[in-house]
């Protein structure tokens, strides 16, 4: 059976970090958001620590419908990992939707992943040099502002949540199969102590 992981967190919450680890233990295939986004920031010259303008959003939804276009095309056994952030604002109910029958009519499990991150730790990881070589957001000031506006959307009833904070990457890509695997014990991961 094939799996499609969908990874969803604030900035710095380590989705692609986590999203790494999972690839590195199940073989997925990672496409995380800036995989869909660099190309549009690289062209326009985002340099992480000024607001992105709304347009480049949209341009970057064109690039990753043609990304889930792929997906879709991908043979019925391979399994996916994609990442994002969804606000408390924004259509994200449409889009764990749009995920949900994109597994389903690939015969793949769908895997909702919440990874929650407290905004002291999120802010000092915005000085990561990672963060500057993947055009990811760099100033902890636009991200306090972004989450004060529009937090993390509510994770859906049957996604795990998983605290970043507490839990490393190979740590937390474990816990990400156990779950999806509806192992001994896989429901206690959901709220790990």
């Known amino acids: 059976m094939s799996f499609l992981y969908y990874l969803v967190g604030a900035p710095g919450s380590g989705k692609r970090t986590v999203g790494k680890a999972l690839s590195a233990l199940t073989g997925a295939a990672l496409l995380d958001n800036h995989l869909f986004n660099d190309p549009v920031f690289t062209a326009f010259g985002v340099d992480g620590v000024s607001p992105v303008p709304p347009e480049l959003f949209e341009l970057a939804e064109e690039v990753r419908q043609v990304g ?42 769908f895997v909702p992943v919440w990874l929650m991150c407290p905004l002291p730790e999120l802010e000092a990881r915005m000085a990561h040099p990672e963060r500057r070589e993947r055009l990811k957001l760099r100033d902890p000031l636009i991200l306090r502002g972004l989450l004060a506006r529009g937090g993390v959307m509510v994770a859906p009833a049957d996604a795990l949540v998983l605290d970043t904070s507490r839990l490393e990457p190979h740590e937390a890509a474990r816990r990400i199969v156990a779950f999806a695997a509806g192992g001994p014990g896989a429901g206690a991961l959901a709220n790990p102590a």
């Open 68 to 109: 889930l276009r792929a997906l879709r095309l991908a043979p019925p056994a391979r399994s996916h990992i994609l990442t994002n952030y969804l606000s408390r604002v924004e259509e994200g109910e449409e889009v764990v939707a749009e995920l949900r029958a994109l597994a389903r009519g690939r015969g793949a499990a």
